[in-house]
């Protein structure tokens, strides 16, 4: 059992920016997988972000350039630092992790990120 715990989230001006964080607890071998996904007011959750223990990242076209994900192996944590923020940007975000050998995906609470005028 995984257990995810994010911060990080606020309100913040269009151009404004934020870094959230993901602490992993529990127990598990190893993580694999870890990434951001976010879900907007009346529409379905979207992957933003993620990152393999190796290092190797993948991004939504929307936030290429603007967010950088990144991760810590031996604190079990990850992190998404967004600059130039939009308000279409506004949503709930989700950490996720894969735990290994099992393969199972596990997700935390979700924190609220709003941008707005």
């Known amino acids: ?3 995810l715990v994010e911060s990080g989230g606020g309100y913040v001006q269009p151009g404004g920016s934020l870094r959230l964080s993901c ?3 529990g127990k598990f071998f190893s993580l694999g997988l870890m990434g951001w996904y976010r879900q907007a ?5 979207e992957l933003v972000a993620s990152i393999t223990s190796g290092g190797n990242t993948n991004y939504a076209d929307s936030v290429k350039g603007r967010f950088i994900i990144s991760r810590v192996n031996a604190e079990n944590t990850v992190h998404l630092q967004m600059i130039s923020l939009k308000p ?3 949503a ?3 950490c996720s ?3 290994q050998p099992t393969m199972r995906q596990f997700w935390g ?3 609220q990120v709003t941008v707005s005028s």
């Open 88 to 90: 279409e940007d506004t």
């Open 92 to 94: 709930v975000y989700y």
């Open 23 to 25: 602490v992993a607890s």
């Open 1 to 3: 059992q995984v257990l």
């Open 109 to 111: 609470q979700g924190t």
């Open 97 to 99: 992790a894969v735990s």
């Open 41 to 45: 007011p009346g529409k379905e959750r």
